[in-house]
C-alpha cells in the first residue's frame, strides 16, 4: 500500500494543467480610477480575467518611503520555481513584493495558501482510508 500511496502522490504532484486562468487588473495612487485591483478593494467580478500559460502572479511595489506605488495582478511573466510562495526584493529606492501561483485564479490576494499541497494529502488520506475498509 506504501507504493501506492507514494505513486498516487507523485502523479498528482505532476499533474499541470496546460493553462489557467488568472485575474488581470493594475492600480497606481497616481492614476485617477476607481481602485478594482488591490486585496482591499479587490473587484473580482469587475476585472479582466485571461489564460495564462506560465501561472498567476501579484505584485505590489512600494517606493523607498512604503508608500504603495503600483498593485498588479497578471499572467506570470517568466517561469518562477517559487510557485506558491510570495518573494519580497529590496533595493534603497523600492520594495517589491512578487506573490507567484499555478492555480485556476489563484491571484485574488497577496498572501498566497498552499491550498493544492492540502488537497493532495488530504485525497491520499481518504484513499489510504477507503483501501483500509
Known amino acids: 500500500y ?3 500511496t507514494l505513486g498516487l502522490f507523485l502523479v498528482l504532484s505532476s499533474m499541470k494543467a496546460s ?3 488568472c485575474y488581470i487588473c493594475s492600480h497606481s ?3 485617477n480610477r476607481t481602485d478594482k485591483c ?3 478593494n479587490f473587484q473580482y467580478n469587475n476585472v479582466y ?3 495564462c500559460k506560465l501561472g498567476c502572479e501579484t505584485v505590489v511595489q512600494y517606493d523607498a518611503n512604503d508608500e504603495m506605488e503600483q498593485w498588479r495582478r497578471n499572467c ?3 517561469e518562477q520555481k517559487l510557485l506558491n510562495v510570495c518573494h519580497t526584493e529590496k533595493t534603497p529606492g523600492w520594495r517589491i513584493v512578487r506573490c507567484a501561483c499555478n492555480r485556476e485564479l489563484c491571484n485574488t490576494a497577496s498572501e498566497i495558501i498552499p491550498s ?3 488537497m493532495k494529502c488530504l485525497i491520499i488520506v481518504l484513499w489510504m482510508l477507503l483501501i483500509k475498509r
Open 76 to 78: 506570470l511573466q517568466t
Open 29 to 31: 495612487p497616481k492614476d
Open 38 to 40: 488591490t486585496d482591499h
Open 116 to 118: 493544492s499541497f492540502i
Open 2 to 4: 506504501f507504493y501506492l
Open 19 to 21: 493553462a489557467m486562468m
Open 49 to 51: 480575467v485571461d489564460d
